[in-house]
T-cell receptor, first 113, second 110 residues
Framework: AQSVSQHNHHVILSEAASLELGCNYS??????LFWYVQYPGQHLQLLLK????DPLVKGIKGFEAEFIKSKFSFNLRKPSVQWSDTAEYFC???????????WGAGTKLIIKP | DADVTQTPRNRITKTGKRIMLECSQT?????MYWYRQDPGLGLQLIYY???????NKGEISDGYSVSRQAQAKFSLSLESAIPNQTALYFC?????????FGPGTRLTVL
């Protein structure tokens, strides 16, 4: 079955630390890839997406992600986190054979001021 | 104004009661979705609809039903609520490339 794995359920960092959240998926075909963010008490918002082209994509608020096809990975990065980045981050994969999204379990990120 | 709205935002009910959660969107998309979110499980798809006449079960449809009243409206019903349906419920709509989410309904079944 198709699945998305996020390696860390909880991450705690200090402000200005670098961030990398892992995401791996199991699907052999062509995919669209997404990272969504959910700030405390808010709904899900799109952070960035990859459909094709440059495998390094840049999103809002200084986030970026790199698609490595050979590793079935789409890791999220930010060079210097801020307290306001405290949120839950979800990786999602859309196999292009259908229009559904397969979701990872999410990673709760806490940034200590 | 929000593109995807959900009512109610919070609901507490008792076991065995029938509950309806409503979703409306102004984005003009044909595709709509209902998800539930549980801590540590991410989002699980309950039902999805690609147009008014096309409704499909998701991975956890048991105990739920849906109605697509119009392109803009997609409601979720719990015919007889049970405590393990306590969760955060999200409605979403999508174009070909991205899903857009409502603010969520926090449902507690006692």
């Amino acid at each position: 079955a198709q699945s998305v794995s996020q390696h860390n359920h909880h991450v705690i960092l200090s402000e200005a630390a670098s961030l990398e959240l892992g995401c791996n998926y199991s699907y052999g075909g062509t995919v669209n890839l997404f990272w969504y963010v959910q700030y405390p008490g808010q709904h899900l918002q799109l952070l960035l997406k990859y459909f094709s082209g440059d495998p390094l994509v840049k999103g809002i608020k200084g986030f970026e992600a790199e698609f490595i096809k050979s590793k079935f990975s789409f890791n999220l990065r930010k060079p210097s986190v801020q307290w306001s980045d405290t949120a839950e981050y979800f990786c999602a994969v859309n196999p292009r054979s259908n229009y559904q999204l397969i979701w990872g379990a999410g990673t709760k990120l806490i940034i200590k001021p | 104004d929000a593109d995807v709205t959900q009512t109610p935002r919070n609901r507490i009910t008792k076991t065995g009661k029938r509950i309806m959660l409503e979703c409306s969107q102004t984005k003009g998309h044909d595709r709509m979705y209902w998800y539930r979110q549980d801590p540590g499980l991410g989002l699980q798809l309950i039902y999805y609809s690609f147009d008014v006449k096309d409704i499909n079960k998701g991975e956890i449809s048991d105990g739920y039903s849906v109605s697509r009243q119009a392109q803009a409206k997609f409601s979720l019903s719990l015919e007889s609520a049970i405590p393990n349906q306590t969760a955060l419920y999200f409605c979403a709509t999508s174009d070909e490339y991205e899903q857009f989410f409502g603010p969520g309904t926090r449902l507690t079944v006692l």
